[in-house]
Nanobody, 119 residues
């Protein structure tokens, strides 16, 4: 069955970095876009980034542009989110989701990984 498993979250100080991973199984990752989303405490879920199936196109929310980088390794069935210069406002549960394209709705979601930015 389709599964997406996030990992790499944790507690980091402001200015620090984390790399999240989204491991995919049960489908051919090459054919799908993957989006990263987050939901902070008391906030709505928001889109953070997306990478197209070919990795030819990447998208970022304005709040993370220049700090986060999305990438994928189809051979490893994994999509990554490199997060640098983290700020407390980045504190959230981060989810990855499968999409037919970055403009399409997500059809499968991972369980999420907690990122906490605090001194």
């Amino acid at each position: 069955q389709v599964q997406l498993v996030e990992s790499g979250g944790g507690l980091v100080q402001p200015g620090g970095s984390l790399r999240l991973s989204c491991a995919a199984s049960g489908f051919t990752l090459d054919y799908y876009a993957i989006g990263w989303f987050r939901q902070g405490p008391g906030k709505e879920r928001e889109g953070v980034s997306c990478i197209s199936s070919s990795a030819g196109n990447t998208y970022y929310a304005d709040s993370v542009k220049g700090r986060f980088t999305i990438s994928r390794d189809n051979a490893k069935n994994t999509v990554y989110l490199q997060m640098n210069s983290l700020i407390p406002e980045d504190t959230a549960v981060y989810y990855c989701a499968r999409k037919r394209s970055c403009g399409a709705a997500s059809d499968y979601w991972g369980q999420g990984t907690q990122v906490t930015v605090s001194s």
